[in-house]
């Protein structure tokens, strides 16, 4: 997984991972790192707060407004972002296993990370 990837990962899980406090407060350092560094870029800033409608072109956008600052080879944004999957998912990052109960057609217990691409096509069962 790569710097921007992480990060990315990270902001997405503590959009759906609830709200637990551990979380929130793992999200709101990870947040502040990264607007301290995205200092001076309005349009990526309210990128980071989530103004895009479509996750796919928030996504891409951000990842490259990460990169263009590097963000993504920051070791204090990195540390912060895997602070958060880290409370994000307690048992299943710690274990290394991913519960997936419905998700493009995959089900069941892996023992890595899952990637999923938009718009790839299943191969017929």
Partial sequence: MTGVELILAALAAA?????????????????????????GREQAVRRLDGRATDPGVWRARLG?????????????????????????DLTGARAGV????????????FYAPVTFQQGASVPPV
Avoid: F
């Fill in 15 to 39: 959009a759906t991972a609830g709200a637990t406090s551990a979380v929130q407060d793992a999200y709101g350092g990870l947040k502040d790192l990264l607007a301290r560094r995205l200092h």
């Fill in 64 to 88: 490259e407004d990460l990169q263009a600052v590097g963000a993504d080879a920051d070791e204090q944004i990195l540390t912060a972002a895997r602070a958060v999957l880290a409370q994000a």
């Fill in 98 to 109: 991913y519960n997936v109960a419905a998700n493009h057609g995959a089900v069941g217990q």
